[in-house]
Nanobody
Framework: QVQLVESGGGLVTPGGSLRLSCAAS????????MGWYRQAPGMQRELVAA???????NYAASVKGRFTISRDNAKNTVYLQMNSLKPEDTAVYYC??????????WGQGTQVTVSS
């Protein structure tokens, strides 16, 4: 059974930092394109950052320079380091693992709230 389990969300004040983790089981995440998505209330889910098996990364324009995605294949875990957080970063953050167009796994999500 494949599971992606996110952790690390919470409440943080503007300008603060959080690190999200996505622990994979049932698959070796190192061979998947792993991504972080987020969905704010009333909004569509959007890609925040992704990392390929080779380590190439891409980011949404709104988070570039503030967020960093990384992976530790030995721990089968993907991370999202979020710095200089803004209230508009408030959302449920989801981990995704994708291979081609046919294989697509999602975690249950973790809430990130940025508020003073």
């Amino acid at each position: 059974q494949v599971q992606l389990v996110e952790s690390g969300g919470g409440l943080v004040t503007p300008g603060g930092s959080l690190r999200l983790s996505c622990a994979a089981s049932g698959i070796f995440s190192g061979i998947y394109v792993m991504g972080w998505y987020r969905q704010a209330p009333g909004m569509q889910r959007e890609l925040v950052a992704a990392i390929t098996p080779g380590g190439s990364t891409n980011y949404a324009a709104s988070v570039k320079g503030r967020f960093t995605i990384s992976r530790d294949n030995a721990k089968n875990t993907v991370y999202l380091q979020m710095n200089s957080l803004k209230p508009e970063d408030t959302a449920v953050y989801y981990c995704n693992g994708r291979m081609g167009t046919a294989i697509d796994y999602w975690g249950q999500g973790t809430q990130v709230t940025v508020s003073s």
